[in-house]
């Protein structure tokens, strides 16, 4: 008689535990909220220049995209919005960039407010950190930073863009920054142009590729170089950003230059300077950003290969892009020459990689890349082929990077194909890992089973 309400109480606290949201379901919930609210605001007639608001869908797809980072768009941003519409634009990139739960934290904890334990794990699920230490300051250089980076660039923009805008180089050089440095690429210069029409302008590329480059390596490496300042004192994340950052733009910028430099519909015909200007400007831009200087609808097959690879392996982790990140790549790539070298451990500048980061890695990588190439076969079957599967893998890979480059067939994507594009562009700001844990339920198995040996190779 005695064990009912033991028993009922237990019930309850199973009940209760059953409905608790994981810290990954709530990333996802937080970016969802965030893309609904700018649906929402995009409909209004305020937002567009013909008072009469953006299609349900198509505010759906902008505001997936501006919120996830990716410069995607079916709509002029200059010609079709109005300055409300450009500002919730602004605010959705710069809030995606930064995390909606970082910005959070940081003004209720400046207000006084004790985080409970399952909270902090949220939150050091989103800024992948082990442990609850340094995390809050971490969270307030992350906003220092930015807005420093974004400050300083954003008046070099409205100089440079004074002579043209007139006293509208403010808004342009605030909205460029900012799209820039959280790695969106969005534009304001209209006619789905991007820089299509200065791609001799070395001085904004070298803004917005300075930008791109910040907002990509991540927070925690620009806070270790700014403390540092010395490679050896640099925490091993650190090294391979910096490390496999250099070399995917340079080899990214060498082959662009290389194969599409005889190409008279992209850079052919344009001096030896800018050529190369454009070459390592595309490599910055297309491993996540979006911005394009020429017309990559022109582009060589196998330039847009190279692109490919770029956007599918995106940003670093803790920062402003997407992609499968670069140290994941590296690990993938490092772990392959140690397998052919024959040797077990993974060492790289002197230390290990542990075992658990590799699985990790080679899951992030597999997943990934089934999710592209069965989104993509999706897409085409969705485009009754209308498109060739090459196109349509670029446009994929595009959204899953957070990338935003296009080769001219966004606006023709029905309905279906929009919503699969947004959902692709939300698995990629978030992290794919991240969002398929939030799906999927995880239980660990406390059955110990023998070791079988299989044969592979």
Not at 47 to 53: A, E, H, K, P
Not at 90 to 119: C, D, W
């Amino acid at each position: 008689m005695h064990l009912g309400p033991k028993f009922r109480r237990q019930d309850a606290i199973n009940i209760q535990n059953s409905f608790r949201m994981k810290p990954n379901q709530i990333i996802c919930l937080s970016f969802v909220l965030m893309i609904g609210l700018g649906t929402l605001l995009l409909t209004l007639p305020i937002s567009t220049t013909n008072n009469m608001g953006l299609h349900p869908v198509d505010a759906l797809f902008v505001s997936t995209s501006a919120s996830c980072v990716t410069g995607l768009t079916v709509t002029d941003l200059k010609n079709d919005l109005t300055l409300f519409g450009k500002i919730v634009m602004l605010l959705l990139i710069q809030v995606g960039g930064l995390g909606i739960m970082t910005l959070g934290t940081l003004v209720v904890h400046s207000m006084g407010y004790r985080f409970r334990q399952s909270e902090t794990q949220v939150l050091q699920e989103s800024l992948n950190q082990s442990s609850r230490e340094g995390m809050f300051p971490l969270i307030r250089r992350m906003i220092k930073y930015t807005f420093i980076v974004e400050g300083i660039f954003a008046v070099l923009l409205s100089w440079h863009f004074y002579p043209e805008y007139g006293w509208e180089c403010i808004g342009y050089g605030i909205f460029h920054s900012v799209s820039a440095f959280c790695n969106a690429g969005f534009d304001l210069f209209g006619n789905y142009d991007s820089l299509t029409r200065r791609g001799d302008d070395f001085f904004l590329m070298g803004c917005l590729g300075s930008l791109i480059v910040l907002g990509g390596i991540g927070f925690t490496v620009m806070y270790d170089v700014l403390q540092n300042r010395r490679w050896r004192k640099f925490t091993l994340h650190t090294q391979m950003v910096l490390a496999s950052t250099a070399f995917l733009i340079v080899l990214g910028g060498l082959l662009i230059f290389l194969v599409d430099s005889q190409n008279p519909k992209t850079l052919g015909d344009l001096p030896l300077s800018v050529q190369l200007a454009q070459s390592f400007f595309t490599s910055i831009s297309c491993r996540t950003a979006g911005f394009n200087t020429f017309d990559l609808g022109a582009a060589t097959q196998i330039t847009k290969l190279v692109m490919i690879i770029l956007m599918f392996i995106g940003a670093s982790p803790l920062s402003t892009g997407g992609g499968i990140k670069s140290t994941t790549f590296f690990i993938v790539m490092l772990s392959m020459w140690s397998v052919v070298r024959g040797k077990r451990e993974n060492v790289i500048f002197g230390r290990e990689i542990s075992k658990s980061l590799q699985v990790q890695a080679y899951a992030i990588f597999t997943i990934a890349t089934i999710w592209v190439v069965s989104a993509g076969i999706l897409l085409s079957v969705i485009d009754g082929e209308v498109h060739e599967l090459g196109a349509v893998i670029f446009e994929t890979v595009s959204a899953f990077g957070t990338v935003g480059m296009g080769i001219g067939i966004t606006n023709d994507w029905d309905m279906w194909g929009k919503l699969l594009l947004s959902l692709t562009m939300l698995m990629g700001r978030v992290g794919i890992l991240t969002f398929i844990m939030a799906v999927i339920k995880q239980e660990e198995s406390l059955i110990k089973y023998p070791e079988g040996n299989v044969m592979i190779g």
